[in-house]
Structure formats: structure tokens, C-alpha cells
């Protein structure tokens, strides 16, 4: 049997053995095994199930997701026991969410015990359809990129690997041949997610512009960037609207967000510079021209990808254990992370040169936040190896 995301399946699994009670969807981005979870659940549970793909239906047309609930009903009031229905890609279809609500509402009113898993690509269409339609009639389950433990674990990936090469599983076959690696990672995961779940999907007025964002952000990744600097690195016209809504449908694809600054229990300020962060560090490999091995043997390329890396170990378990990720600087004075959850807020410093020594941007941090704790990972104490293994939820007990 294939490797297997238990967290995901042995969530499913408990909720499925309940009463019918909520639909449960399932986001996440592109290659992150949604289906392939799904498909394992169906193998192990003992229950009736129908599974289909809105991928290649035609979107305007709500008929087809009509035809495969009438489907299941069909098999339901055959077999007269609890039935499963899977729909993958809903958010290919237009006003899905309407049609979903009118359908489950009638199965609840007509006593139908009829399950119903709702797989998507793109968190923000998503979200757009559950708020409108389906308030109080689901869960979210969002699954995020693989952790180095996984990768380890099914591919036997170094933690250097890891860093350097991200952790799409599709992908990890092909790590022994660069060229070939960054070409699958580039076509065919980037240029589907780009192209299908963002720009077909939504009203892109300069596709250009933002996959021109989306190269700097990645190059970016780890490190402070203004929009009107990327702006001045930009040969598109456009201005910092239109950059902060494409990077928020970005995000939503799971490809790259902006950090925001902490600023304590103060209100939120507006226009702070983002800190660009990728989800997945191949995103960030593929942008930079140099090999692995050039990596690793240079201490400043490789202290900027190890600190992505972090980054995005930390913004994918604050998906699943529901704390936020935030950055910190003023002036000259800087924390890598700052995570907060339940008014705990923990500080963060990456260094990976040997002179793991507190800085002066930690220091100011302290005397300023009275955080609960301040960590400094790197080749001494909290070694980066260590940390990209641990659940960083822990670092709050």
C-alpha cells in the first residue's frame, strides 16, 4: 500500500463514524495527495460510496452535479444503508454552493443518510461559495504541503533534500536529475495552478503580472519586499491593489503568502511590507539559478533557504494546529517568525552560521513584548534538523 496521511484519514474516518451531521470539505493545494487521501479512505471504511470529478466538466452547467447526487440517491434507496458521496474539483462549478445547500437540505428534510466529502484546489473559491451558501452545514478539513517527517518517511529524503527540493511527492522521484525536477515542478505543477485554478477561475486582468509577482516572491521568499519596490522590479504596469489581490489568490492556491508584522495587541496597521514566504521550497529552488550542491556548500545561499524552509514548516502546521505566523522589525531590529495562539506569542531567529549568539533584534523583542518565549534555531541548541521534524504547537506548552 502507498504511503498514507493518516492524520487526514484517521480525521475523516472518526467524523464518518458519527451521525450525518456536517459535509465535510476537503481543501488544499494542487499535489498534495487530496484525492489520493480520499481514495484510501473509500479502501478501509465499509461503506457504500460514490466517487466523482467535476475536473474537465463543463463549469456553467449545474445539472451534471444535480445528475450525480440523483445518482447516490438512487444507490442509497437500493442498498437502504448509510451511502458516501465524493465530489472532487467542486469549486470547477458555478454557483456549486447553491446547488449543494438546495440538495443536502432535501436529503436532511427526507431523512437521507448521505454523506457527502466536497474536495477543492483553491481555498478562496472555496471559501466564497461555503460563506454564501453553506454556513453552518459543513467542516473544513485543509490538508498542506508535506512535512519533512513525511517525505522522509516515504521517499527517504535528507533534511538537506528537503530543504533544497521542497516536498512535492510528485516530484521527489526525479530529485537525482535537477533539469528534469525543476521542468515537472515549473509545467506541471506552477503552470496548472497559475493557469487553471487562479487565472481561469477568476478575473485576471493582468496574467502577466501576476506570474511575473509570483517569480519575485518565490526568488523573495524569507526575506521583506515592498509592493511598490516590486513595483520598480516589475516591467507590467500596475499598482499595489492589484499586487495584494493577486498575492491573496496566490495564497489561496497554496503557492506563496505575504507575512504580515506583528504588532502586538495593538490594532493592525495598514501598509506594512509583507515578508514573502513560499508554502513548498521548490517553489523557491526553481527561481534560483544554482544546484543543490552549490547550495549547500555556500553558507549564504543556504542560510536563506533553510530560513524558507522554516517559514514554510510553520505557515503549513499553523493551517492544522490554528496559529498565526507573523514577522517583526523595526528599523534595523528584526525576529525571523513571531506565532502567536490563545495570547501566547512565541519569538523565532534563525541562523545557521555558527555563532548562534542572541541579537539585538531579539533582545528589543523581549524588552518591548514580554513574549513567552523566544527560540533560536540554527546549528547549535535548536538545531533546524530538529525543527523541521517537531510539531511547532509544542513550542506553546
Known sequence: MSFQRTHYINLLTDRLSEERRF????????????????????????????????????VSNTNWLEQQWQTARLQYQQKNEPLLLVIDE???INNWSDTVKKLWDE????????????????????????????????????????????????????PEEFVFFGSYPGAAPLMD??????????????????????????RIHKPALLKNLFDLACHYSGQILSYNKILGQLQDAGNTTTLSHYQELLQSSGLITGLEKFYGKKVKQRGSSPKWQVYNNALMS?????????????SVKWGRMVESAIGAHLVNMGYKQGY??????????????????????????????????????????????????????????????????????????
Open 177 to 202: 536529475d535537477e533539469q528534469r525536477w525543476r521542468d515537472y515542478v515549473k509545467n506541471a505543477l506552477v503552470e496548472a495552478v497559475i493557469s487553471k485554478d487562479i487565472i481561469m477561475l477568476n
Open 23 to 58: 459535509i465535510q470539505v476537503i481543501a488544499g493545494p494542487r499535489q498534495v495527495g487530496k484525492t489520493t487521501i480520499v481514495r484510501q479512505l473509500l479502501e478501509q471504511i465499509n461503506v457504500p460510496n460514490s466517487y466523482t470529478t467535476a475536473d474537465g466538466t463543463d
Open 107 to 158: 436529503d436532511t428534510q427526507n431523512e437521507r443518510d448521505i454523506r457527502v466529502i466536497l474536495l477543492g484546489s483553491s481555498r478562496l473559491m472555496l471559501q466564497a461559495g461555503l460563506s454564501e451558501s453553506l454556513a453552518g452545514r459543513y467542516e473544513l478539513i485543509q490538508v498542506v504541503h508535506w512535512s519533512y517527517s513525511e517525505m522522509n518517511e516515504a521517499f527517504g529524503i535528507s
Open 90 to 92: 467542486i469549486q470547477k
Open 286 to 298: 526553481t527561481q534560483l539559478d544554482f544546484t543543490f550542491q552549490q547550495a549547500v556548500t555556500d
Open 324 to 397: 498565526k505566523v507573523f514577522y517583526w522589525r523595526d528599523r534595523s531590529d528584526e525576529v525571523d517568525f513571531v506565532i502567536t495562539k490563545n495570547n501566547k506569542v512565541i519569538g523565532i531567529e534563525v541562523k545557521t552560521s555558527n555563532k548562534n549568539r542572541p541579537t539585538k533584534g531579539m533582545t528589543e523583542f523581549k524588552k518591548r513584548y514580554s513574549p513567552d518565549a523566544i527560540y533560536m534555531i540554527g546549528q547549535e541548541g535548536l538545531h533546524w534538523t530538529d525543527f523541521i521534524t517537531m510539531d511547532p504547537v509544542d513550542l506553546f506548552m
